[in-house]
């Protein structure tokens, strides 16, 4: 339900009570500054490091199997996912008027961005690039 | 020099929809927008409508959209304009007529943020001293002058009319960090909603666009971290 702008002291501490405005402001600080190294740091293993022509899945499974790239993406991964679905949510909850348009909107949103990062999460810690790299090797050339 | 002035005008007895009305004149390149509106309306039109007081901007009453921006008409010159002059009613409230917008909304947000002075201490037998240093953190925001000039520009403003607003936001800044004052947590608690504070995104609209040049983004940035400080 939409609620009416707060006149008394009263009615602004009634919708005061639940809100979690303020974490997420400061996530979104923090998680900005900390996108800013991660995303730099990435580009300068995958780009810089290595020629983009040469990334190809050797070198994915081969990086992917390290610990700490798992860990690093994770973070990577989380950030960019919530930080992203923040910022959309600011702009469902300012530009859908309609209280039934707004639930929909964010439960899509939010479906999707769970979709996501839930299959990013399982392609970093469940998938077995070792021996799906091993079984490529084994093909013959040119497949 | 001739000037073109267009005007969105809106009469909610004969008029269905605004429409712009056109007007052609002669004026000195050193008269104010005010002085031309009022020209149309003493020499032309006089039924066109907008609210006009002290005319040196102070009372915030002739808040318009003059070419694209939320100005003053007492405080921009027909030189810094041009030729072409459009002007609408501010918005995001509701046009009463011409460019005469309700701003009861805007002024119910100013009321509830408590803007005035709360001290249940005894009155002390001389004065309630303050230094110069206190004074001047929040020199900036006793500066409005309620002309809505800053929460009519915020986009959020726009969409969310629920959104509490720039204007109010900074007045409750003017208390908030005023040292005599013991009403700020009341003040922090109105402003920690997803309506207040929150929905402000930074677009920095309103601060282009005070005729008091109150850098009004940085007044609300320094109420969230106020709020962040004292709930930490």
Redesign the interface.
């Known amino acids: 339900m ?8 009263r009615q ?2 009634a ?2 009570a639940t ?1 979690s ?2 974490a ?3 996530f979104m600080r923090v998680s900005g500054l900390a996108l800013i190294f991660l995303i730099f740091g990435h580009i300068f293993m995958n780009n810089i490091q290595i020629n983009v022509s040469n990334v190809d899945y050797a070198y994915v499974a081969t990086r992917f199997s390290k610990g700490w790239v798992k860990v690093y993406d994770s973070f990577l991964l989380g950030f960019a996912m919530l930080h992203g679905a923040n910022g959309l949510r ?1 702009n469902v ?3 859908f ?1 309609n209280p039934q348009r707004r639930f929909w909107a964010k439960l899509i949103l939010f479906s999707v961005v769970a979709i996501v990062f839930v299959l990013g999460v399982m392609t970093l810690w469940a998938f077995s690039f070792e021996e799906m790299g091993d079984a490529i090797d084994a093909l013959p050339h040119g497949n | 020099m001739k000037v073109n002035v267009k005007i969105k005008r809106f009469n909610p007895e004969a008029d269905k929809r605004p429409y712009w009305a056109e007007y052609s004149l002669e004026v000195r390149e050193t008269d104010r927008v005010l002085d031309v509106i009022n020209q149309i309306k003493w020499e032309m039109d006089g039924s066109l409508s907008y609210r006009r007081s002290c005319a040196h901007g102070i009372c915030g009453s002739d808040a318009m959209l003059i070419n694209g921006v939320n100005r003053l008409a007492c405080k921009i010159l027909v030189r810094d304009l041009g030729e072409v002059i459009n002007i609408e009613p501010i918005r995001g409230l509701p046009v009463l007529k011409d460019l005469i917008v309700d701003m009861e909304p805007f002024f119910d947000s100013y009321k509830a943020v408590l803007p005035f002075f709360i001290n249940e201490d005894p009155e002390p037998p001389t004065e309630r001293y303050q230094s110069a240093e206190d004074r001047e953190i929040f020199d900036a925001s006793t500066k409005c002058i309620l002309c809505a000039c800053c929460t009519t520009s915020c986009p959020v403003f726009w969409t969310n009319g629920r959104y509490i607003g720039p204007a109010a936001i900074v007045n409750a800044h003017r208390f908030i960090f005023d040292s005599r004052d013991q009403g700020a947590d009341e003040r922090l608690q109105i402003l920690n909603q997803s309506n207040g504070l929150w929905r402000c995104r930074t677009a920095y609209n309103c601060t282009e666009a005070c005729p008091r040049d109150i850098p009004i983004t940085k007044a609300i940035e320094e109420v969230k971290r106020e709020l962040l400080w004292r709930r930490a």
């Open positions: 939409a609620v009416a702008r707060p006149k008394t002291l602004a501490k919708s005061y809100n405005e303020l997420w402001w400061i600011y909850e300012d530009y008027k």
